[in-house]
C-alpha cells in the first residue's frame, strides 16, 4: 500500500485545525439564550383596571407619541411609526399589545407588549441594455439606467429595558387620569316605597283628564263660535250706528 505524501498529510492537518477553531468560535443563535423562566415577564405590567380599560390606556399612550393604531379588538391594540435616521436608511417601529384577565383580582388585567423593529436601506442597482444598428453593421450602444428601491434589511424585536418601562409608566398616567366608571355594590343602593297617602292627595301627581274631542263635536263647537261672534258683530254695529232724527206734526 503506497504512503501518503507529506504535502497531503500536512494539508489535512490543516484543514482538522480550522475546523476546530471555527466550531470554537461559532456564535450560539439568539434563540437559544431564550430562558422561558417562570418569573416576571419584562414584556408584561399588572394594571388595576380592566381588560377594556387598559388596551384603551395602551392606544392613548402609543396616540399620544406619535404612533398609527390600526382597528382592531377590544383587548389588542396594533401601532406603527417610521423613522429617518439618514437619507438611505429607513425604520419602522410595530408594536403589539395584548391585554388579559389578571390572576387574582376581578378589576386587574396584564398587558402583554411586543416591539418589533425594521430596517431598511437604499439599494441602487443598475441595468444596461444594447441597441443595434443595422446601418453600421453590428454596432451597439449601451443604455444605462438607474433605479433605486428600499430594501428589507434587519428585523430585530426591542429587547427588554427602560424602552417598555417608558411605554408602561405612560399607560399608568392615563389609567390615572382618564375617569373610569366603578360599579355599585348591590348592598350599598337603597329603596324605600313611597306611603299611599302622598301618591292619592298629592295635587302634583294627581292626573289630569284629557278630552278627546270627535271630527264632528268638533265642527260643530267652531259654527256655534263663529254665530255668537256674528251676532256680537251685528250688536257692536247697531249700537254705534247714529239714532235718526225725530220729526213733529204740526197742525
Not at 408594536?95 to 386587574?108: I, L
Not at 407588549?113 to 453600421?136: F, H, R
Not at 424602552?163 to 382618564?178: E, P, S
Amino acid at each position: 500500500m503506497p504512503m501518503p505524501s507529506p504535502r497531503l498529510v500536512f494539508a489535512s492537518l490543516g484543514l482538522i485545525a480550522l475546523a476546530a477553531c471555527g466550531g470554537r468560535n461559532a456564535v450560539a443563535p439568539s434563540y437559544q439564550q431564550e430562558l422561558f423562566s417562570t418569573g416576571a415577564s419584562p414584556f408584561a405590567h399588572n394594571f388595576d383596571a380592566t381588560v377594556n380599560e387598559t388596551c384603551e390606556a395602551a392606544r392613548r399612550a402609543l396616540l399620544s407619541q406619535g404612533f398609527l393604531t390600526t382597528m382592531g379588538q377590544p383587548d389588542t391594540v396594533d401601532a406603527t411609526k417610521n423613522f429617518q435616521p439618514s437619507a438611505e436608511t429607513h425604520v419602522a417601529v410595530s408594536f403589539h399589545v395584548v391585554c388579559t384577565p389578571g390572576e387574582n383580582a376581578t378589576n386587574q388585567s396584564i398587558a402583554y407588549v411586543n416591539a418589533v423593529q425594521d430596517g431598511y436601506a437604499l439599494k441602487k442597482s443598475d441595468t444596461s441594455a444594447s441597441v443595434g444598428l443595422s446601418v453600421l453593421g453590428s454596432l451597439s450602444l449601451p443604455i444605462r439606467s438607474n433605479s433605486d428601491a428600499m430594501v428589507k434589511i434587519s428585523s430585530e424585536t426591542v429587547p427588554a429595558g427602560k424602552f417598555y418601562d417608558r411605554f408602561f409608566n405612560l399607560m399608568g398616567h392615563y389609567l390615572n387620569t382618564v375617569p373610569r366608571s366603578a360599579p355599585v355594590a348591590a348592598d350599598e343602593v337603597k329603596s324605600k316605597p313611597l306611603a299611599p297617602s302622598l301618591i292619592v292627595n298629592s295635587p302634583e301627581l294627581t292626573p289630569t283628564p284629557i278630552v278627546v274631542q270627535t271630527p264632528a263635536a268638533a265642527t260643530a263647537i267652531q259654527a256655534s263660535d263663529a254665530v255668537a261672534a256674528g251676532a256680537s258683530a251685528a250688536e257692536a254695529a247697531a249700537a254705534a250706528a247714529p239714532s235718526a232724527p225725530r220729526t213733529t206734526a204740526t197742525q
